[in-house]
């Protein structure tokens, strides 16, 4: 599984070298004293088609930090891969969208999750200065986790999306909600689990300051619950929280 995700990641790689538009996100977070800790965000967003109609999107985002413990060393505390890729064509205000998602989480104790599915997005709002649409996929997902193989897990999941954002000549705000209760899970040993303990909420909020051109600063807030993980180990909470501040730079 781990060279299908890197062959996929350089075969995207290379598609993307003679892309159109990309943003690269890059934040972080430092604390000293009684704790100390630090932690660094890369996010990118690779746009083949500027025009919009038919276009190729990778959004690949990675998340790490260390703690120090009572002797002073430093634990890893947070590596969070997720790569999102979609092929996207867009009719009026529908969008029909083929989809591709894998996630790594130390957090979530997440060896691979891998969801592969379809839908259609609607803009209820579509201006220069404002974007508001919903979208809904269906989504087929295998899961493994770094706990034990008999808690591994096929899901057939609902992907309900809510996305706004609104443009001002020295600032931009955008936020998303992600919902998606697997229907249907099936674990290794042959056992089903019920849609409310597996089920995943995403919520990002961010604001953007313009710079220039180019060029903004920020600051964003995430909320992750994901109650699976924290079904078959209790030791593992459903959420997680991150607020970092970010600069990002527009090509």
Same mark, same amino acid.
């Given at each position: ?8 990641? $350089? ?49 690949? +985002? ?7 413990? %009572?002797?002073?060393? $430093? ?8 790569? !999102? ?5 867009? *009719? ?42 919903? +979208?809904?996929?269906? #989504? /087929?997902?295998?899961?493994? %986790? ?18 706004? %954002?609104?443009?001002? /000549?020295?600032?931009?705000?955008? +936020?998303? !909600? #992600? $919902?998606? /209760? ?12 019920? /849609? ?9 909020? %961010?604001?953007?300051?313009? #710079?220039? *051109? ?15 993980? +924290? ?21």
């Amino acid at each position: 599984m781990n060279k299908l995700n890197f062959s996929l990641f $350089f075969l995207v790689l290379s598609h993307f070298t003679f892309c159109q538009t990309y943003t690269f996100t890059v934040g972080g977070n430092f604390t000293s004293g009684n704790l100390l800790s630090y932690g660094i965000n890369l996010r990118a967003n690779l746009n083949s088609n500027t025009e919009k109609i038919n276009q190729i999107v990778f959004t690949p +985002s990675f998340d790490y930090g260390k703690i120090s413990n %009572s002797t002073g060393q $430093f634990e890893l505390r947070r590596k969070e891969i997720l790569t !999102i890729l979609n092929y996207e064509r867009t *009719k009026n205000r529908f969008k029909f969208y083929i989809y591709n998602e894998l996630e790594k989480s130390f957090l979530r104790k997440i060896k691979i999750r891998g969801a592969f599915g379809t839908g259609i997005s609607y803009k209820i709002i579509d201006s220069e200065s404002t974007n508001f649409d919903v +979208s809904q996929l269906v #989504l /087929p997902e295998i899961f493994q %986790s770094s706990i034990t193989n008999k808690r591994d897990n096929y899901a057939f999941r609902l992907s309900t999306r809510i996305r706004f %954002s609104k443009k001002y /000549p020295k600032y931009k705000y955008s +936020s998303q !909600i #992600l $919902f998606q /209760p697997a229907v249907y899970t099936e674990m290794n040993d042959g056992s089903r689990v019920s /849609p409310i303990n597996n089920t995943t909420i995403r919520v990002n909020n %961010s604001y953007e300051f313009v #710079l220039s *051109k180019n060029l903004s600063i920020g600051f964003m807030g995430d909320l992750i619950v994901q109650s699976y993980t +924290s079904y078959i180990n209790p030791t593992v909470k459903p959420y997680d929280t991150n607020l970092n501040l970010f600069i990002k730079g527009n090509f």
